[in-house]
């Protein structure tokens, strides 16, 4: 059985994240049919658990579900990224303006250290090690708002939307412009400015908005 860093996993988290990260990595495309059986073969898992994988998926936003006709991952909707990232504002900037007050000489640090790889990563176009870094440094602050329920909750919104993140930070523009908004996160954090780091975080992740829609919309004629 797989083990994770919390413990033994179940049969059918097992079969989640196997599911999840190949939609994220394109092995399981946009649209495809997911048939339990050739799933049940590749995973080398029972009917039950692949059935309850494909529902709490479907929850996750990764997955539809059609009546009499399957599974099918689920397609890249402007609606549903408009929805998820206008959330995702709300919580981000939340969860930092509580964060910042409980902030360590440690947390700096690994906040300073993060955006030194960031810049790093950025000049080598490193895609793959971007969207980690973002991540960590995105939750270096928001584990410090002491608040497990939001916490959840933007882990949850920051998986749904991996498609769409992973669509836009092979942009090397972007990845500019990201690498000035984390310095001016960083910036705030370090001098204990509640209200610059919240702003500095909804401008990050409104933007991040702006920018993938304009890859997902078709172009004007």
């Not at 990232?85 to 250290?113: C, H, I, K, M, W």
């Not at 928001?142 to 882990?155: A, E, R, V």
């Not at 690498?179 to 001016?184: Q, T």
């Not at 960083?186 to 890859?215: F, H, M, P, S, W």
């Amino acid at each position: 059985m797989p083990t994770h860093e919390n413990g033994p996993v179940t049969v059918t988290d097992y079969v989640v994240n196997s599911i999840r990260e190949r939609i994220l990595t394109g092995k399981y495309s946009a649209g495809m049919r997911l048939d339990q059986q050739t799933l049940i073969e590749e995973l080398g898992a029972s009917l039950i658990p692949v059935r309850e994988s494909l529902r709490q998926l479907e929850g996750e936003g990764f997955v539809q579900i059609q009546p009499h006709r399957g599974a099918f991952v689920a397609e890249l909707s402007l609606n549903d990224l408009q929805e998820i990232y206008l959330v995702r504002e709300v919580l981000e900037e939340t969860a930092t303006e509580l964060a910042v007050p409980n902030f360590s000489s440690q947390t700096l640090e690994q906040l300073d250290g993060l955006v030194k790889k960031m810049e790093s990563a950025t000049q080598s176009n490193d895609y793959a090690q971007l969207i980690d870094l973002n991540r960590a440094f995105h939750f270096a602050i928001y584990s410090t708002s002491n608040n497990n329920l939001l916490l959840q909750m933007i882990t949850s919104l920051w998986d749904r939307s991996r498609r769409y993140r992973q669509l836009y930070t092979r942009l090397p523009e972007r990845n500019l412009r990201a690498l000035i908004e984390h310095k001016e996160i960083y910036a705030a954090c370090k001098l204990g400015d509640v209200e610059a780091a919240r702003k500095a975080v909804r401008n990050n992740v409104r933007q991040t908005t702006v920018g993938i829609l304009e890859q997902l919309q078709p172009p004007k004629v």
